[in-house]
């Protein structure tokens, strides 16, 4: 008898060693989603050198250093998109999970891998969560570009790389918003910024890697936030330009979103850490190294 008990105690204890190495080994649902395998890019990439921004919220002296870095030159498109739900199964549009995206996600969409019919397969793909972005990004080797980064290079405008003090520059940019249906017009058509960079205002908002930072306490880069729900309140802060109203539509538009939402003009593009590739730069900006993936 007590043989036999002690092997009833013996096996529940291996039985439960072996149900907490199986619950260690099986990532959570987000690692999963998050970590989908290597897909190719073919969007160019733009070596912006980094340097010192003020950003419009927080205070009014206080300059953001942006480290160097390597940006798509255009959006992510429809066809990218398409090429990556056709080898992630998980990010198709029956497949999805309310956790990434809300049920407006791919809502155009004929089905999970068909287009609706007469969009343009060069235009920027839409109605996609923060998940989705983040996890293309991850597919392709890339990540979503920082707040900061984004910004930096949004302040360029065809010929110089801040153009923030010329009234035209927010003018032209409020009226790129006002635009209806921008957002189905292929990329790259427009003249590139000072960096060499498309259609960072003519198409559609677009998702950064940490939009919701002026909360957020974690490192965004590496997945862990103080708040799963990641909610921005960029408008909350103070700005710092009261003169660039396209800025605050920004922060504004930003202020409304959650990681899981979807809109019908909010697309994405890819950055890339520079690593220890040497920085080549020119006095015309343009002439920075570009790199096809």
């Known amino acids: 008898m007590k043989i036999q008990l002690i092997h009833i105690i013996v096996f529940s204890v291996v039985a439960w ?32 050198p980094g340097g010192a921004y003020k950003p419009f919220y927080g205070s009014d002296t206080a300059l953001v250093k942006v480290n160097p870095f390597l940006i798509d030159e255009r959006p992510v498109t429809n066809g990218e998109f398409l090429a990556f739900v056709k080898a992630h199964l998980q990010w198709q549009r029956s497949q999805v999970k309310r956790l990434y995206a809300d049920t ?7 089905g999970d891998t068909v287009l609706p019919e007469g969009i343009n397969i060069d235009a920027p793909v839409t109605q996609l969560s923060w998940y989705a972005a983040k996890a293309y990004a991850t597919a392709v080797g890339k990540r979503l570009p920082l707040l900061d980064e984004w910004e930096l290079v949004a302040m360029a405008d065809e010929t110089v790389p801040n153009a923030r003090e010329k009234k035209s520059y ?22 590139p910024n000072y960096w060499g960079v498309y259609n ?11 939009f919701n930072s002026v909360l957020v306490t974690g490192d965004a880069r590496s997945g862990e936030y103080s708040d799963n729900n990641l909610f921005c309140a960029g408008s909350a802060t103070s700005a710092t330009d009261v003169l660039n109203y396209a800025a605050f539509m920004r922060f504004s538009m930003r202020a409304g979103l959650k990681a899981h939402y979807t809109v019908a003009n909010l697309g994405f593009r890819c950055a890339k850490d520079v690593d220890d590739k040497p920085l080549l730069t020119s006095p015309e900006g343009r002439d920075l190294a570009s790199t096809g993936e």
């Open 200 to 210: 960072f205002f003519d198409l559609v908002w677009e998702w950064t890697d940490d």
């Open 104 to 110: 407006n996600y791919l809502h155009d969409w004929v």
């Open 170 to 191: 927010s003018d032209k940019i409020i009226d790129l918003y006002l635009v209806k249906n921008r957002q189905y017009n292929a990329v790259s058509q427009s003249p």
């Open 17 to 48: 060693c072996a149900s907490c190495n199986l619950q260690e080994a099986v990532p959570d649902a987000e690692s999963q989603a998050l970590q989908p395998k290597q897909l190719s890019s073919q969007a160019k990439m733009v070596l912006i």
